[in-house]
């Protein structure tokens, strides 16, 4: 039975109805891991884990608690890459699944950018989180989870 794990210091609030909708439907087992409180909604399928503080506290507890064909939900793309390696599957904020076909060229692109931000270069941000957004989550989650998931 897989496993759900969110990243959840940067979820987004407008996709926390949808993930938990999802959850209750499923009888998924979720685990949601985060550096202070943050709620998704009151269910016993839902266990909550606050790490300490610090850069890749969330992330080191989700990859040693994730597992083969696992799902984790997370913007964070070195750590999507770290859960792909693990053979587990991981969907960004807005909608994107990362596989072992994309996961390189996001990390590439990511360092890139990294790199000219470090010399100084200005770059813009992620554009604002959308409506338009919300709706590919939830399309792409509704997706994975029909092919991944039998109701329990």
Known sequence: MMTLYVDADAFPNLLKPILFKAIKRLN?????ISNKKVTIGNSSLINYIIVELGADEADNKIVELIKENDLAITADIPLANRIIEKKA???DH??????EDNIKEYLAMRNLMQELRDSGEITKGPKPFSKNDVQ???NQ???FLQKYCKVQ
């Not at 807005?94 to 596989?99: A, D, N």
């Open 141 to 143: 989650l509704n997706m």
């Open 94 to 99: 807005r909608g994107e699944l990362f596989t």
């Open 89 to 91: 599957h991981a969907i």
């Open 28 to 32: 998924l087992k979720t685990v949601v």
């Open 136 to 138: 590919k989550f939830a």
